[in-house]
C-alpha cells in the first residue's frame, strides 16, 4: 500500500473517531478529546497535501 493510501485511511478512521467523540462530548467542541483528535485530523491532511504537491511537482 502507498503511503498516500495509508494516509488517506487514516485520515478516514480520524474522522470517525472525531464525529464519534463530537456525538459523545453533546457537540461540544471545545471538549479536550475533541480538539487533540482534530488536532491530529489537520496535520495529517497538510501532510497529505504535501505529498500530492510533491507528486504534482515532479510528475
Known sequence: MSQIQEILEHIH?????LHRL???????L?????ISVS???NSDIIEYYKMIY??????
Do not use: C, S
Not at 13 to 17: A, S
Not at 30 to 34: E, F, K, S, W
Not at 54 to 59: D, E, L, N, P, T
Open 13 to 17: 478512521k480520524l474522522q470517525t473517531i
Open 30 to 34: 471545545q471538549d479536550a478529546n475533541v
Open 39 to 41: 488536532r491530529i485530523l
Open 22 to 28: 463530537i456525538d459523545e462530548a453533546q457537540g461540544n
Open 54 to 59: 510533491v507528486i504534482h511537482k515532479y510528475f
